[in-house]
């Protein structure tokens, strides 16, 4: 039976943004939505501006890894950039059970010149009823 990694990931995290141009994290929210069983697409905002990028998920012992598409408009190009996880030189962001939390790494390359690297981490939000669900209960992973 095939998972689907994306409904697990399929969530709104609350959570702080750093970017390279600002001093401070800022406090932000990221949707993640389900485009089939393996690809998402992540929606954010940066200065003022809706932000999106869709990525590829896989499943390892960390937990949902995502391989971010890189995305072509009219100002920029949105790449991933990987290098948290430890020997995953193509993981760009996901849901680390560890951490209990979401987090992306993207550059944004200004077609005048200027790059702006992304990086957030994020927990779930909680529904109305104040209970989260933790994708990794939703599959069973290797143990750490």
Known sequence: MEKDLASALSKRYSGEMVTSNQKDAQSTVVEVKRLNNLLVKVFFELDG????FRAMLSEQREGILMLVQEKISDQNILSGVSGFLYLKPNVH???VHRLHGFYFHVMLDYFNGVSQEVYFYGKEEEDDSG???DP???FHTAPY
Not at 49 to 52: D, L
Request: proline content about 0%.
């Open 93 to 95: 962001g996901g849901y």
């Open 49 to 52: 501006q809706e932000m999106s």
């Open 131 to 133: 209970v989260s669900v």
């Open 136 to 138: 990794k209960r939703i």
